[in-house]
Structures are given as structure tokens and as C-alpha cells.
């Protein structure tokens, strides 16, 4: 018989009516003699307490959880001995679930369930019970407590926390490597049966891995598992109870496995041979190509480090490692030359940065490869047999001698010639050439050093066959010195001597300077011209000397100033010197020597007029002038005399110019087509309010069209007039008197009449009315003298 079968047994056994029928009896003990639990203790009363056993034994109740029957599922009975089976007594039920989960049959004591209970939401219920008469409602029996415990069925199956594992491991691991430990949970009752008792086994990822039954961890089960092989892997763990025998309920999970890198394979160069080329032009740093060893590791575990371990241009070429892209990268270390060397080899070798003491046995972690570097020829620019050069010349060198020549070939194997010139920018002055066929640099014009010390000169050098390809050469000029500056005085001398001098005072220290530069230094001498009578100089021999009196006393009014020659002279070769004029007024001095006066007019002046009263007077010219300025610009300004003289009738002011015009014959008169035309420029705007202080010519318009609108015009010089800052202060208006595009009387101006031909005859006028009678009398007057 199996153990499902028996299990299936034990449910209908316990579960059917007349083979389940507990029934807890509750009787009182007999006590032959009450049994004192306590001293006696005297009472209010007098009387002694006693304490007697209970009259019922409580026993727990056991349930099964999960039941499926239709009915009520039978828990148990309570019964009292004072139950004399006529129904006096009730049977009362509180606590967990009583009246709800639990029901009691309030005669018979019997205990149902009314409905499936699940151990795992709770395993055990403790309720009390108590007897009471019906008839009184007193307790027969004291209350007391039991519980229902929850027998445990296996109806959990084993889960895992996760639905799927993740874990790696490193490659190559030895068998028996912990990978990673997965646990299940049983909700079902570990301490009773084996319900909650769980295996472990591999359902897929065998043979690589496996899982220890009762601890869950998975461990490797090869060995040497290679990640360049297969790095992902898949296992399946399922958790079974029941101790894993037959009709146990089972729960699985997914751990997915990774095999982590290891540092177990060497670098490797795919070419035993690797050929490069490059130009010969290329500078020191140019990069002419990569290397790469492929590594099938990752991470740090494939860096790998490249050197140049042999050949015949470690000299000439270096390498670097490029970490991004883990390169050997090829520079040049040395300037290339074609025509000297034209293939280098070298020998490069990789090797692992971070290698693996458990994995020597795999090595050696390096490699070696052949470079071949190929150089390539280029039409190179001239040479120059230095980087710079240096030529020293004296500053009286003749001019077109050459001072220096520089040098340049050709490196390719043509050797084509070269050409030199000069660039101009650095000889602005064109003071030097250049020989274009040798490099010959001579003076093309005088060299001054006190002007320039230094020239610095830049050569060109050029192929003749391709001028394109050019080198530039510094050349540096110093200019050497020739003493052929004389020396002169240092500085421009205000000296003077007192009138009341004694023999041998000093009067002034004078000094020189020279623009030469001897290499012992400047030395001068000074002496005078010629003998002088007055004063005398005296060399302190330290490139300064003293200018002595010679006389007693000097007289400003008869010789006010002397001019005194002094020779200075250098010690350089050739010997160079100058003649400076020392100037010497005569002055007045205190008795501290102090000068006050040195001119001979100052005397004749009143000696009462000082310095206050000078600067009075000429305060008082200063004032004189603002005041003759001020009354000439009133008078001009008085010339303006306003045109408008009524303030009471602005619509009638005339405005005169004093011009009654030329006539009919008079071109140059008002045009009214300037009124007519908006267009017009005025080169010169008239104030209408005042007299003009020039006349001018107007310059004529010509007629505008009838049909052209002045308004705008008017509006326009409207503005104007409000808007000028050079308006009188006083009121004026500006009329623009707008008649429209026609009149019917056309105009009565006569500066058109001018454009009509022959006479006209006014005598339409009278019709008009009496405020133009006055112009027909005096048009039709005029038109009587005419006739007369």
C-alpha cells in the first residue's frame, strides 16, 4: 500500500460520522478529603476557605484542514457529569471564531465547523466553553479553555523567491565551484510529516552544472568551461516536498549563468609580417600607421602593451599603445632622409598587461611580429649648412662688401640648383643684398650702429627647377662700432653768474655723452676754444668739469649774457670732438647767492609796480575786450528789427523785402509753382519775420503741375515753423493761403504774366463787385496811358 493510498484512508476515517465520534467527558474528580492548598486563614466570619479540583479535564481537538465534505465538518463534543441528559444544562462557545468558524449544539455539546479551514492562515484556535443552567443562567461548571488545532495536509507546493536567477562564474573553474544557492519556501507544516520537506534537483543544464538536494547551490560540474566557447548558459532547479518521493508537489526556477572572463589566451599577431610606408617629409611625431595583436579575452584581461624590442630603426621610429582601441601606433622619433636610408625593420612585440599566475601554463602571454617600413621620396626643399647665422660687421664698411655667406644644397638625388634672395620684409630699408647664385650677402647701402645695432635678415633659399620647394634661413647682422660720434653735452645748460662773483666761484658742472661705445668705456676731456678772460673750465676727470669765474664782479647793463666755447673731446681712435657753446647771462643776486633779476629792463621799471598790480591791469585789459564784444554782437543783433509790428490783425502783416522785382522781364522773381510743387528743394530758408541780411538770387523751379496738391507742402512748412529753434521771441504767423486746384479767377499775380502772350483785358473786374473796383481802376488805368 502507498503512502497517497494510506493518506486517502486516514481522510475517510477521520471524516466519517460513526468511526470520528470524540467526546470529551468533563467529570469531577472524587476527592476523599478536601485537599488544603493554602493554610487555613481565618475569616471576617470566622469560617476557613478550601479549594477544590476542577470538575472537567480539558484535551485539545484536533482538525483537518481542507475539508471538502457537503457537511459540517465534526470537531468534537463537550460534555459536563451535571449533564443528566434531560437538557437542563446549555452549552455556551466563545473565543476564535466561535458563533462563526465555530458552532456548538447548545445541548449536546457537540462542536462543528461550518466551513474549510486553511492551516496556513492559521494554525491553531483557542476558544472557551462553560455549562450553565438553562433554567437559572448560572454556570454548573466553572468556564474553561481549549484549542483546535489545524492538522497540516500537503496542499503547498515549494516556490522560489525569484521566477529567474542570475549568477556567474569564472571560466575555467574547477568541478565543484559554487555558483550560486537557490532556496525554496513550503507553506505547509514543517513539523508535521514531510509536507514542508524540500529536494532539489536539475532538471536542465546538465552536464556542465548540478545542485546539491538539500542545500540548493548550484555548483560546476566540468571542468575547463571555456567563455570563448559558450559564455551564457541556462539551468533549471526544481524544488520538490514530500522528501522528494512520488506524489510530492514540486516548484522550478530559471538561473541563468554567465562564465566571466579570465586572462587564458595570449595575445596573437595575424601577420608574422606587417608592411608601411611613409614620406620622407614626414615631421618627428607623424604617425605612419597601427599595429594590432587580437586578443580573445576582454576587458583589462585583453590590454595589451606594445614595444619595439629589436631592428635597425628603434632609433628612428617609436610606438604607442592606443588604450581605446588597444593599438600599436607607428610614429617617426627622427627626421627621414630618402637618399640615406630607404627601408627600416622592425621587431614588435605585444604582451599582456595583466596576466594570470594560474594560467602561466597557457603561455606565454606575448607576441611577435616583422615591420617593414618602406621610405618614400619627396622633392624636398633646399637645406641650409646652418640653422641660423651670425656675421659681425663695423658700422664703416664700404658699401658692396660682402660681410658673410650662407650655404644651402639641394638633399634629393637631383641636386638641382639653388637660388637665394632676400625677404624684404626684413631689410625695409634694403640696406643689404644677396648674390642669387652663391648666397653672398654684401652692404648695399651705409650702416650706422647708433641708428641699428641689429639686423636680423631672413634668406631664402629656392630650387631653381621648382621654386616652390624653399627653405628660410635667420641670419642675424651685428653692427660693430667706429668711433665717429663726437661727444656734446649731456643736456642743454640755463647757467648764470652773480654780479657780485668773486674769482674761482663755480658757476656750473657740465657733463657729455656720446653715442659710440668703446669697449674701455667713454672718457672726455674738456678744455675752452681760447683763452678766456672771464671764466675757465676745469676737468674733474671723471667725464665732468667745472666752469670757474676768473674776474671779481659783472655788470649786466654793460655785457648782459657771455657765450663761452668748451672742446670735449673722447679718448677713442680716431679721436673725435665737438665745440658746445656754454651761454652765461649776468645776473642779480641776494647776498646768498641767490638770483633775482637777469635782465637790464626790469630796472626802469616803477618800484612800486609788483607782481599784484601786473596782474590787475591785465584783468582790467581782459574785461575791457569781453565788454567791446558784447556791445558789438547787441548792435548786430539790433539789426534784426521784426517785420511784424501789430499784434491785433495777424492776418493782414505784410512782409517787405524792399525788392519791387524787375517786371514782367524778371526771371529770377517768386515762382508760385515752387508752392506747387512739394518736391522742391530750397537750398536756403529766409525768415519771413525779420529783414534778410543778404539778398540772393532764388534759384527757379520749374512749373509745377496744376493738378499737384500743395497741402502736404503747407502742412509740411507749418511744422517747420513750429518746430524752429531760431524763431523771435515774439509771435509771428506764417500764412500759406490754399485756393485749391482752380479758381475762377484765376490768378491775379503778375509774376505769371510773363508765360501769356500779348495784352489782357481787365475790364471784367467791375463785375465782380466793389472790393475789386480798385484793381480795375488801376489795370484799366493803366491800359488808358498805354492807349493814350
Known sequence: MTIYQFLLLFLLWVCLPHFCSPEIMFRRTPVPQQRILSPRIPRSDGKILHRQKRGWMWNQFFLLEEYTGSDYQYVGKLHSDQDKGDGSLKYILSGDGAGTLFIIDEKTG???????????????????????????????????EFVIKIHDINDNEPTF??????????????????????????????????SARVIYSILQGQPYFSVEPETGIIRTALPNMNRENREQYQVVIQAKDMGGQMGGLSGTTTVNITLTDVNDNPPRFPQNTIHLRVLESSPVGTAIGSVKATDADTGKNAEVEYRIIDGDGTDMFDIITEKDTQEGILTVKKPLDYESRRVYTLKVEAENTHVDPRFYYLGPFKDTTIVKISIEDVDEPPVFSRSSYLFEVHEDIEVGTIIGTVMARD???????????????????????????????????????????????????????????????????????????APQFAVFYD???CEN??????????????KDDPLGGQKFFFSLAAVNPNFTVQDNEDNTARILTRKNGFNRHEISTYF??????????????????????????????????????????????????????????I??????????????????????????????????????????????????????????????????DIIP??????????????????????????KEHDLDPTAPPYDSLATYAYEGNDSIAESLSSLESGTTDGDQNYDYLREWGPRFNKLAEMYGGGESDKDS
Open 110 to 144: 457537540d462542536i462543528h465547523a461550518t466551513r474549510r479551514i486553511d492551516r496556513e492562515e492559521k494554525a491553531f484556535y483557542t476558544l472557551r466553553a462553560q455549562a450553565i443552567n438553562r433554567r437559572t443562567l448560572r454556570p454548573v461548571e466553572p468556564e474553561s
Open 161 to 194: 523567491p525569484e521566477e529567474i536567477y542570475t549568477a556567474s562564474v569564472p571560466e575555467m573553474s574547477v568541478v565543484g565551484t559554487s555558483v550560486v544557492q537557490v532556496t525554496a519556501t513550503d507553506a505547509d507544516d514543517p513539523s508535521y510529516g514531510n
Open 411 to 485: 638633399p634629393d638625388s637631383t641636386s638641382s640648383p639653388i637660388r637665394f634672395s632676400l625677404d624684404r620684409h626684413t631689410d625695409l630699408d634694403r640696406i643689404f643684398n644677396i648674390h642669387s647664385g652663391n648666397g653672398s650677402l654684401y652692404i648695399s647701402k651705409p650702416l650706422d650702429r647708433e641708428l641699428s645695432q641689429w639686423h636680423n635678415l631672413t634668406v631664402i633659399a629656392a630650387e631653381i627647377n621648382n621654386p616652390k620647394e624653399m627653405t628660410r634661413v635667420a641670419v642675424f647682422v651685428r653692427i660693430l662700432d667706429v668711433n665717429d660720434n
Open 495 to 497: 647757467t648764470f653768474v
Open 501 to 514: 662773483a668773486r674769482p674761482g666761484q663755480l658757476i656750473q658742472t657740465i657733463s657729455a655723452v656720446d
Open 564 to 621: 663761452l666755447p668748451v672742446v670735449i673731446s673722447d679718448n677713442d681712435y680716431p679721436i673725435q670732438s665737438s665745440t658746445g657753446t656754454l651761454t652765461i647771462r649776468v645776473c642779480a643776486c641776494d647776498s646768498q647767492g641767490n638770483m633775482q633779476s637777469c635782465s637790464a629792463e626790469a630796472l626802469l621799471l616803477p618800484a612800486g609796480l609788483s607782481t599784484g598790480a601786473l596782474v590787475a591791469i591785465l584783468l582790467c585789459i
Open 623 to 688: 574785461i575791457l575786450l569781453v565788454i567791446v564784444v558784447l556791445f558789438a554782437a547787441l548792435k548786430r543783433q539790433r539789426k534784426k528789427e521784426p517785420l511784424i509790428l501789430s499784434k491785433e490783425d495777424i492776418r493782414d502783416n505784410i512782409v517787405s523785402y524792399n525788392d519791387e522785382g524787375g517786371g514782367e522781364e524778371d526771371t529770377q522773381a517768386f515762382d508760385i509753382g515752387t508752392l506747387r510743387n512739394p518736391a522742391a528743394i530750397e537750398e536756403k530758408k529766409l525768415r519771413r
Open 693 to 718: 541780411e543778404t539778398l540772393f538770387i532764388p534759384r527757379r523751379t520749374p512749373t509745377a503741375p496744376d493738378n499737384t496738391d500743395v497741402r502736404d507742402f503747407i502742412n509740411e512748412r507749418l
